[in-house]
């Protein structure tokens, strides 16, 4: 296991200088574990969340998508009991006043004074706000700690609209948001983040083989679309009093962070607890039989924050002369940079930009006639891009420029008119 302080300084460092991820409202002094995705943080965060959506909505036959609004009617988290249970144990240390997680805190001692704890104190995680000027119990409204019950109350008529039997699912991409107690370790838990939610619909019999049918899917995700190493991945059966209040079996998913082993994924059988509180009646009706039931629920949850700090931390590598971020093409901000020999010879920085708008209708693309090449290289390649494209004087004879690969550092000749096909193929594999 990476347990690698320094390895986790130089990732956030490198986050800020190149523009993944900055500090939110940096200007005015930050705010307490707020994160902005920079130019290329927000790239590689869209990238992974479009493959997402292409792999597990366009791709089948058995999802569709919804995208629902973040504040929800507050009678959504009395009936999902998230208003009595969605809490987490807090403990104030007597000395500092310091405050934590009480299940995150190991020796019963203050983590920052060593001083007492006091007894634990059930703690809401949600976020409370107010609709319309006044400011009472009446307009309380909460910002949705997790996506997923959005896909419960628009079940109906999503199966109305959509015509899907079950087994089927409901997908979604959006911000969640958690007054958590103890943020920290950069992007990974932040009090407003992103996730990708499928609820699963199944019938009751089904649920294990169907949990363990979406176990593989996410394992195939990881090491598949995400390229993470096998090695670094875990599952952890969490036990019964670990498990959220409506699940009756949860795996997480969790991967080697420099910082240590925690959950990057989860993976719960969340029963027919929300479909029966939410409807009065049964919401579905088995086309065939007439039978009328609750569909019973398996929930895959994707933290996308969490994600793009997996494949970072995955991907960096330290090498004799260079930092290499090795990110699959796919998840790449860049896919490629074009580059003029010489700044100063305005035929080369001409043609080196026809270049750079060819590939450009095709793809992400830099631009760099800084410095030497070599430079432009490793440049590119800290930040990941996996091919880099010189136009030099041969380029203006013959239309072949040299084409560098970013994990081999090779060079060749290609052809100007074989590139696109080139980097497409590679953003295939
Ligand atoms: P944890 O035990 O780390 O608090 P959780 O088990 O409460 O997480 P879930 O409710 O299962 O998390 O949320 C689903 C996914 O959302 C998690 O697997 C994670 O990827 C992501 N996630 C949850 N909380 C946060 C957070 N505060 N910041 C960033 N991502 C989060």
Known sequence: MKNNQELMEKIVSLCKRR????PGSEIYGGLANSFDYGPLGVELKNNIKNIWWKRFVHQRDDMVGIDAALIMNPKVWSSSGHLATFNDPLVECKKCHH???ADHVKAEKCPDCKGELTEAKQFNLMFKTFLGPVEDADNTVYFRPETAQAMFVDFK???????????????????AFRNEITPGNFIFRTREFEQMEIEYFVKEEDWKKIFEYWKKEMWSWMTGELGLDKKNIHELDVPD???????????DLEYDFPFGRDELYGLAYRTDFDLKN???????????????????????????????LAVLCDAYVEEKDRVVLKLKPNLAPYKVAVFPLLKNKPELVEKA?????????EFNVAFDDRGNIGKRYYSQDEIGTPYCVTVDFDTLKNDTVTLRDRDTMKQERAKISDLVNRISESLNG
């Open 19 to 22: 523009g993944f991820v900055f």
């Open 99 to 101: 405050r934590f997680r």
């Open 157 to 175: 008529n999503v199966l109305e609209t959509s015509r899907k039997k079950v087994p089927f699912g409901i997908a979604q991409i959006g911000k």
């Open 241 to 251: 009093n670990e498990r959220a209040h409506y699940s009756k079996k949860t795996i």
């Open 278 to 308: 939410h409807y009065k009646e049964p919401p579905y009706e088995d086309a065939e039989s007439g039978e009328k039931f609750y569909p019973h629920v398996v929930e895959p949850t994707w933290g996308v924050d969490r994600s793009v």
């Open 353 to 361: 930009k026809e270049v750079y708008n060819m590939l450009k209708k």
